[in-house]
């Protein structure tokens, strides 16, 4: 990267963590920062952008539309930045096509600067830190712990609807790996939760 792009970079720091520093969800600037060094990690064994990845991890949750975000953060720091139209446009693409909900929708992310992005947020909703989002989520938006069921709109209903199925939704090799032994440390606290709660 250039002086010009270690700038933005950096000013994309500040702002992730101004809009970020006050959130208790799980979506915090600590996950920021995670999903930026687990990028980085995969970005050492692919072909890919660096500076088009970190800024897509540094700005991947500050328009969304769960945490509140108005829609038009991400775009208004890059035009204030002077962020060339090729990199704007490449990063705003990963934004709009990352998420799971999007994923759903039929979305697909654009390119590989994309799918790493991708994986790194994946990979920090899977794992012992991402229990510790999933009930953080959970209390944010006031849901039970559990409620007997699996397809309810508890908090632990939340890994079969959507954190048991990331592994297999990942794109890159490191993250399928890494992928890998946290899904089977979900399932193995499930486990035990169930044993818990059943009063073993």
Sequence with gaps: MDEKQRSVIAKAESFARAVMMDDSSGHDYEHVIRVRRMAEKILMH?????????????????????LGGPGDRAERFLRDQNVDETIRNAVLGILATMSYSAQ?????????????VQDADRLDAIGAIGVARAFAYGGKKGRPIYAGSNDDDSSLSHFHQKLLKLKDLMNTKTAKRIAGKRHRFLL?????????????
Excluded: C, N
């Design 188 to 200: 193995g606290y499930l486990k035990q939760f169930m044993a818990e709660w059943d009063g073993k």
């Design 46 to 66: 692919e072909r890919a952008d660096a500076y088009v990845v970190i800024l897509s991890a540094l700005l991947h949750d500050v328009d969304d539309k769960k």
């Design 104 to 116: 759903a929708a039929g979305a697909a992310t654009p390119s590989i600067e994309g799918k790493i």
